[in-house]
């Protein structure tokens, strides 16, 4: 057997099935499409659920696919053993009711023993219990003994997903030999050492479960196979783990180049090696598919991961941040097989740095509040650190409980880890009650289902905005129907439609559906299960009936400014990248006909002149009048072309590449203007942060853009109105304003502090000796609490050393002020602590330093009773 590497056997295995008639499909994103139920892909089949239900047409019968796949139910276990990890890659070969058991069978042993080359006498089958179809196939046609062909029950060889699609699987082991094994007498397929390391799985899904275990057979039985790329690449390489073969070794031993340490010379650092090494190719991936840090969803996997990976490398004795380093290995090895690597590496860098940067400032922090703990601890004489603190650790500080109880160990101290669990367990059960309760989907059933899946709409509005077409489907609010009367609500679905439906960022369209004997007011269009298009609206008169021909009728301005606010989001994502660097990516958009909305990858707020500089660039390319152009051509020819392309985005065999002269190349599937001239006019209102590294523009074009201008020129007429200046003066005028506001405020003090003195008389005669200090309680009405602080440093100043107690009636309120000089608190004085004591007496409350603070209060008759207890704490803490 040839020692095959990780991207040859990925090659050799999607072309073999390629070579079965199957249609080879890249990797999707690890972000689900349109599916509430997961929060990652964390297996091959699940992307293509929509074919095995039957909800959406598959573009060919059978399909292949190596599918990139995040797990993290056992992340603790990761680096713990080899076995661990959280990214994988699954190939798979699927059949949507076309071949089924005996093809499946015979395809996985001829790829197995005659492309790779496995041992014949070294695999084993296993069937389910009852599955004699399978058992018969394995024995008779492929001729293994039957004794080497094992039967499991309903726990290792049935898979189902509570109701729905369900089904019998066929798994295959391969016998690494007693080298791998435990040794036992016995030890066999099913035993759990590493000797029999199970290769493929063939799931045969043949029944219906209605979610109470009754099973019916399935009319159209598919085929789901799924095989680790990893784990095939560990039998044919005959090494010890994932970890060993050649693309993770890379990345392995780069981690051990960058720590300065060997791999399998001490446990606790092949334990560090081993999360960095796997945790990296599951944020480079992640990231590279658009996924950000933060502290909820995948977000929150996402920078638990990279942190758990960082402070890995801290404990490696690795220097600084690492992780972007790193990751551009993973790029390395993988780029090939998955080209958005390469293309997004920038953002991923960015990122990684990014957020790595933050949990370093972080860490710290943790651990300065972990070290409090422990003083708190030692201080009560206890020995455990609850388990509210080290879930607090963990949930703000990143810390992961292993480390909180090192960190302990370490200092003789322990964790309440069940006190942990607990808290874990009761934010998993708020996650839960918070997720959607959704289908086998993972999406809220709607209406829609309940169409034929054979009935499509195809857009033909790009070059038109009218165009007659069959009405194909009427659904009414929660039903199916034939027809939809005056005054009723429902949507229409027709074969062919240039109504624009809601995508990519760029709201649907509006207009009108006419037939012979009724008017629809459509209000919005939106895309639904199936690649159907649905026109949402109301009957204005008549009746509209299924089958009838209809003229549909787009409302032409709507689109012709919602197309100027797409085409300038294109003008903009690209004066981004001239301005702020190559890492900015667009991380969401919206347009409509009045505004657009623009988020996009960056970790800082834009300066002043960045905006000047982005809108600049814009509006030069809107006064070149630029071509708009568009060509449809296969993904690979329009990344060629240096086109961008979306995180997340689900693209075709074929894509529209949209062209504005040599500026910019997007791929884009919304509607633009013919020529960048016709949006006239760009401009930027506001520019904000709205997550972690995610920037918001937001900014208008053509007549919202004039609006706003005319909006501002009312405004300065007003303004330069109420201050009596022409506009081109007004800066001079308010300037001058100001100066002279300036001066009278200064006056207006200046009397405050006057009338202050006044009020005070000669107070000197209410001061109380102790010892060395003089206590000074003053009495005034109707003193700010500016003019009071001035007051209090006057008093403080006559008398010397001591404290100073000083009190205001403002109507109904109360202001208060205490000072202490300098030797009066080196002597045990403090203010803060007198106002905490006094404050209560005048309704309020307040605080503040040894040598001063103030308050507010709402009781002005308490101000006698305040003074007595302030003089007499003064005393106190001057004895």
């Not at 390391?197 to 789901?224: A, C, P, R, S």
């Amino acid at each position: 057997m040839k020692n095959y590497g990780v991207n040859e056997l990925r090659k050799m295995f999607l072309e073999f099935f390629e070579s079965k008639g199957h249609l080879k499909m890249n990797s999707f994103s690890l972000i689900p499409h349109n599916d509430n139920s997961l929060l990652l892909i964390n297996s091959g089949m699940a992307p293509l659920k929509p074919y095995f239900t039957g909800q959406e047409i598959p573009p060919r019968r059978r399909v292949t696919t190596c599918q990139k796949c995040i797990r993290t139910g056992d992340i603790e276990n990761v680096g713990k053993t080899a076995r661990h990890g959280t990214f994988f890659e699954m190939l798979g070969n699927f059949s949507f009711g076309d071949y089924f058991k005996h093809d499946a069978i015979h395809w996985t042993w001829e790829f197995l023993t005659e492309v790779v080359g496995l041992d014949k006498n070294r695999l084993y089958p296993s069937v389910y219990l009852e599955d004699d179809e399978a058992f018969n196939i394995w024995n008779k046609e492929i001729g293994v003994d039957k004794d080497r062909i094992f039967r499991f029950g309903k726990e290792d060889n049935f898979w189902e997903h509570g109701a729905g699609p369900c089904g019998p699987c066929s798994e295959v082991y391969y016998d690494r030999g007693e080298k791998y094994g435990c040794g036992k007498p016995g030890c066999t397929v099913g035993c759990d050492c590493d000797r029999y390391m199970e290769v493929w799985n063939n799931v045969f899904t043949q029944f219906d479960n209605d979610g109470h275990n009754n099973y019916t057979e399935l009319e159209q039985k598919n085929i789901d196979t799924g095989m680790g790329l990893e784990r095939l690449a560990v039998v044919v390489q005959d090494v010890d783990s994932i970890f060993d073969v050649d693309t993770i070794k890379a990345l392995r031993d780069k981690v051990c180049e960058m720590a300065g340490v060997t791999y399998e010379e001490d446990a606790n650092t092949d334990v560090s090696i081993r999360v960095i090494t796997d945790h990296i190719r599951s944020v480079t991936f992640m990231t590279s598919d658009g996924i950000l840090p933060s502290n909820e969803g995948r977000g929150y996997v996402l920078r638990r991961l990279l942190r758990r990976a960082a402070r890995h490398g801290r404990l490696l004795g690795i220097k600084g941040a690492f992780l972007a380093e790193l990751s551009k290995t993973v790029i390395d090895v993988s780029k090939d097989a998955y080209p958005e690597l390469a293309e997004k590496q920038e953002h991923i860098f960015a990122t990684l740095n990014t957020e790595e940067e933050n949990f370093n400032k972080t860490i710290d922090q943790g651990l300065s509040i972990l070290n409090g703990y422990v003083e708190d601890m030692k201080a009560k004489g206890e020995k455990t650190l609850s388990g509210e603190h080290a879930f607090k650790l963990y949930d703000t500080y990143g810390f992961p409980l292993d480390l909180t109880v090192e960190i302990l160990e370490e200092s003789g101290f322990a964790a309440d880890e069940e006190g942990f669990k607990a808290c874990m367990q009761e934010q998993r059960e708020r996650a839960r009650k918070a997720r959607k309760t959704t289908n086998y989907m993972g999406a809220d059933a709607t209406v829609y289902e309940q169409i034929d899946v054979a009935i499509t709409t195809e857009f033909v509005g790009y070059d038109r905005l009218t165009h007659e077409s069959e009405i194909m489907a009427i659904a009414g609010e929660d039903a199916v129907v034939d027809s939809l009367s005056e005054g009723e609500n429902g949507s229409i679905l027709v074969k062919e439609t240039p109504f624009y439906a809601t995508m990519g960022g760029q709201c649907g369209d509006a207009g009108v559906i006419e037939t012979a004997t009724g008017k629809f007011i459509v209000k919005d269009t939106i895309k639904v299960v199936g690649g159907k298009i649905a026109h949402i609206g109301y009957v204005e008169n008549g009746e509209i009936k299924l089958h009838d021909t209809a003229k549909l009728s787009v409302e032409a301005d709507k689109r012709l400014h919602t197309c100027m606010n797409h085409s300038a989001t294109h003008l903009l994502q690209k004066a981004l990248k001239m301005v702020l660097g190559g890492h900015v990516e667009q991380a969401g958009s919206y347009v409509d006909q009045d505004r657009l909305r623009f988020d996009f990858t960056h970790n800082q707020a834009l300066s002043k002149e960045e905006i000047e500089q982005v809108e600049a660039i814009v509006n030069e390319k809107i006064a070149e009048d630029l071509p708009v152009v568009t060509k449809v051509m296969s993904l690979e020819e329009a990344k060629k072309t240096g086109a961008m392309a979306l995180f997340g985005e689900k693209y075709g065999e074929t894509v529209r590449v949209v062209n504005m002269g040599d500026f910019s190349i997007e791929l884009c599937g919304g509607t633009h203007v013919e020529k960048t001239g016709v949006i006239a006019t760009f401009k930027i209102v506001s520019e904000a942060g709205v997550a972690a590294g995610v920037r918001r523009i937001e900014a208008l074009t053509s007549r919202g853009a004039f609006a706003y201008y005319h909006n501002l020129e009312n405004t300065l007429k007003q303004a330069s109105a109420a201050a009596k200046a022409e506009p081109a003066n007004l800066v001079e005028k308010i300037e001058g304003m100001l100066a002279e506001i300036k001066q009278l405020q200064s006056e207006n003090q200046k009397l405050k502090d006057k009338m202050a003195k006044a009020a005070v008389g000669d107070v000197l005669s209410d001061v109380v000796s102790v010892g060395d200090y003089k206590v000074l309680p003053v009495s005034v009405s109707g003193v700010d609490m500016n003019a009071l602080r001035n007051l209090g440093d006057e008093m403080k100043t006559k008398i010397a050393s001591g404290v100073v107690i000083l009190a205001s009636d403002m109507g109904d309120k109360v202001n208060l002020i205490v000072m202490a000089t300098d030797d009066a608190v080196k002597a045990g004085a403090h203010a803060g602590n007198i106002i905490k004591k006094i404050a209560p007496m005048v309704g309020g409350g307040g605080g503040g330093r040894p040598n001063m603070a103030q308050a507010g209060g709402k009781n002005p008759a308490g101000i006698k009773d305040a003074l007595e207890a302030g003089v007499k704490e003064a005393e106190a803490q001057l004895s």
